[in-house]
């Protein structure tokens, strides 16, 4: 749903590329980078806590080694939530969406990128004392100033987003939405997404999968083991065509740093799941049949 023309459909996520991952030097993030934008890969997702408030500096200085186009990729960055780190004193994690902070977060968010503008940005984590107008001001400003070109938000419901609405358009959400993660499905949020056009972001896009052996993920193995040859693909691959069959139109953001990894992911966009596997792999996440 909505115009993502100008975005890749898997979007590279940057958190662990620094500080908190990998803490690759700016000619291993430049060599990354220009890995995935041969893939087609050319939309890359941060956040300016990333690394404790290191990692977008640490992408710019890569970056900038690339002689990549800044017009041929986009960036995506998220402000709003504070908390301790080197430099940076607060007494307690919250959330800061007065006008003067996202303007001061954007602004070094491009000092940190070396780029005159984002693609996106977007509020990080709604915050119970968010005031829709004074971020609608925020929101012009930058907008006038081509600091960044649209608004959108992260793990936003779809009423926090009515809200903001009141006062500014909110042209995406990035949530977290996979085969083991899927309520979002059923209570609203991916409906809103596709009735309001906006741009549709998953976060941990495979899930718990390689991360837990519960019992929904021994049923997930069970039936997605023989869908491997059936469609010739890993099971990374066909966890990422399950989120992409979808009809929002969701864009996956990956969180590996290895190449082959992205690779794959890469090659994922040309799995289309049959619509019976797609409810099998469904009814098995679930552990019962759809009603």
């Not at 690339?66 to 919250?94: L, M, W, Y």
């Not at 990956?254 to 409810?279: M, P």
Request: hydrophobic fraction near 35%.
């Amino acid at each position: 749903m909505g115009d993502n023309k100008n975005y890749s459909k898997i979007i590279a996520g940057t958190m662990t590329w620094g500080r908190w991952g990998k803490q690759f030097k700016k000619e291993e993030i430049n060599a990354l980078i220009k890995h995935c934008f041969d893939l087609g890969i050319t939309t890359f997702d941060h956040a300016d806590i990333y690394g404790n408030y290191t990692t977008e500096k640490d992408f710019g200085n890569g970056f900038s080694l690339s002689n990549i186009d800044r017009e041929k990729v986009q960036f995506i960055s998220k402000c709003g939530i504070q908390f301790t780190a080197e430099n940076r004193p607060v007494a307690v994690k919250h959330y800061d969406y007065s006008k003067k902070h996202i303007i001061s977060s954007v602004e070094q968010s491009l000092k940190n990128l070396q780029t005159e503008y984002l693609d996106i940005l977007l509020l990080h984590r709604p915050s119970p004392l968010v005031n829709p107008f004074e971020v609608a001001e925020a929101i012009t400003k930058l907008k006038d100033e081509g600091k960044i070109k649209e608004f959108g938000v992260s793990n936003f419901t779809p009423s926090q987003i009515a809200v903001l609405e009141s006062a500014i358009p909110v042209q995406s959400n990035q949530v977290e939405f996979s085969l083991t993660s899927n309520e979002l499905m059923y209570e609203g949020t991916i409906d809103d997404c596709m009735a309001k056009h906006r741009m549709a972001m998953s976060w941990s896009p495979l899930g718990s999968y390689f991360k837990i052996k519960n019992d929904q993920v021994k049923r997930i193995q069970k039936v997605i083991e023989p869908m491997n040859e059936k469609y010739n693909a890993s099971t990374d691959q066909l966890l990422l065509a399950w989120v992409l069959k979808h009809p929002a139109n969701v864009h996956p953001v990956i969180g590996t740093t290895l190449k082959d990894r992205i690779s794959l992911s890469a090659q994922a966009l040309s799995i289309d799941l049959e619509l019976q596997d797609w409810f099998i792999l469904l009814q098995a996440s679930h552990g019962y049949e759809v009603a």
